[in-house]
C-alpha cells in the first residue's frame, strides 16, 4: 500500500512546498516561503524523491537505531514507543517545546537525549553526533508535510522573547542582524546563493556543500560566522531560545526534514 501511496503524496507536496503560507498574527512578514522555493531546480529535484535524497542515509540510521537496545534499563525505543511512524508523528512540528521540570524549552535531539538518560539509563549521544542527528532526522521525519506549530505563550514566552531580541540583535564586525539578511531580503543573491526567509522546516537538512545531514544549530553556527560573531555551541541555551522563535516565524510552513540545500 505504501508504495501506491508515497508518490502521489511527494507529487502533492513538491506543488505545495513553494506556495506562500499566511504568517502567523503580528508577523513582520506578509507571507511566507520556505527555503525550497529559493532552491536551484536540481536540488529540488533531489529533495523531491526519496531515493536520490541523501538524507534518506540518515533517516535510515535513525530507523535502525530505533530499535537497537542501548543502556543499563536494557531497552530500545521500539521497546516503550512501538511504531515510530504511529507514536513521533506530529511530534518534531512541535519542538522546541516548554519542558516543566527544567522551566525551559528543549529541542527535539534534547527530548531524545532524555529518553537516553531518563528512561534506558544509556549516556546521551552527543550533540552534532551521527547518531543524535540520524535520530532527530528520523523523528522529525514522522512530521513531514505537517505544518509547523510551536507554543509560544504562557511559560514559554520569555524565552521566545529572548530568541526574538537575539534575532534582531546587531552582531559580528558587520553588525548585521539575523532580519538584516532573512527578514526582507529573500531572493536576493549574496554571493553565490540567493537569500531564503531563514526558515527552519527542513532541518535536520542534507547539505550539498558539505555533504552532510545538518542540525539547525550548525546552520546557526555558519550564519554566526557570517558575520564575524563568534558561533555558540550546539544546544547553547540562546540558540534553543533561537530556534523557538525561529519555528514560530516559520508557523505554518511545512516540515520538510531531511530537505537539501545547496548552500
Ligand atoms: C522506557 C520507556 C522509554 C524509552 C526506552 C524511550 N522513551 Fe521516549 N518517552 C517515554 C515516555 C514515557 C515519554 C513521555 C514523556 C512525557 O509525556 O513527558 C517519552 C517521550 C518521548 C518524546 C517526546 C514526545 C512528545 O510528544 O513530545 C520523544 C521525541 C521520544 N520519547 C523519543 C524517544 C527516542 C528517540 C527513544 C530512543 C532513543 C526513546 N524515546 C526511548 C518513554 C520511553
Ligand atoms: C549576511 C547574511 C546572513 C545573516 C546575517 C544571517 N544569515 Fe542565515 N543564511 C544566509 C545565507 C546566504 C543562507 C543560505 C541561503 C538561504 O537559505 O538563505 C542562510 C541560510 C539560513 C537558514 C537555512 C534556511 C533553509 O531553508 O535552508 C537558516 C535557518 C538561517 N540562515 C538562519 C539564520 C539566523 C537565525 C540568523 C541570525 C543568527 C542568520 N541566519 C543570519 C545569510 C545570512
Known amino acids: 500500500m505504501l508504495a501506491v501511496v508515497l508518490p502521489l503524496a511527494a507529487l502533492a507536496q513538491k506543488a505545495q512546498l513553494a506556495q506562500p503560507v499566511q504568517p502567523p498574527a503580528g508577523h513582520p512578514l506578509p507571507e511566507l516561503f520556505s527555503g525550497y522555493r529559493y532552491q536551484p531546480e536540481y536540488v529540488r529535484e533531489i529533495q523531491n524523491e526519496d531515493i536520490k535524497n541523501p538524507g534518506t542515509l540518515w533517516r535510515n540510521y535513525g530507523r535502525r537505531l530505533w ?8 531497552k530500545s525505543c ?5 511504531v515510530a511512524e504511529k507514536a513521533m508523528h506530529g511530534v518534531g512540528a512541535r519542538y522546541p517545546k516548554f ?4 522551566s525551559r524549552p528543549i529541542t527535539l ?3 531524545i537525549n532524555l529518553c537516553r538518560t531518563l528512561n534506558m539509563k544509556a549516556k546521551p549521544w552527543p550533540q552534532g553526533s551521527s547518531a543524535l542527528v540520524a535520530m532527530t532526522t528520523y523523528v522529525s521525519a514522522q512530521s513531514r508535510g505537517m505544518p509547523v506549530r510551536v507554543k509560544t505563550d504562557g511559560q ?4 521566545f522573547e529572548q530568541g526574538r531580541d537575539y534575532y534582531y540583535s546587531p552582531r559580528g564586525e558587520r553588525g548585521l542582524s539575523c532580519a538584516a539578511c532573512h527578514e526582507r531580503k529573500a531572493g536576493k543573491k549574496l554571493d553565490a546563493a540567493t537569500l531564503s526567509q531563514g526558515h527552519s522546516n527542513g532541518f535536520p537538512a542534507y547539505k550539498i556543500a558539505t555533504e552532510r545531514v545538518e542540525p539547525l544549530h550548525r546552520q546557526f ?3 554566526n560566522k557570517r558575520v564575524g ?6 544546544g547553547a541555551d540562546p540558540y534553543v531560545n533561537l530556534e523557538l522563535y525561529l519555528a514560530w516565524r516559520g508557523m505554518g510552513l511545512l516540515v520538510e526534514t531531511p530537505a537539501v540545500r545547496n548552500w
Open 67 to 74: 530499535s537497537q537496545v542501548d543502556g543499563e534499563a536494557g
Open 78 to 82: 521500539a521497546d516503550c514507543h512501538n
Open 99 to 102: 519542558y516543566p521540570p527544567e
Open 109 to 111: 535531539s534534547e527530548r
Open 156 to 159: 514559554a514566552k520569555p524565552f
Open 221 to 223: 553556527q555558519r550564519c
Open 229 to 234: 560573531a563568534e558561533p555558540l555551541p550546539l
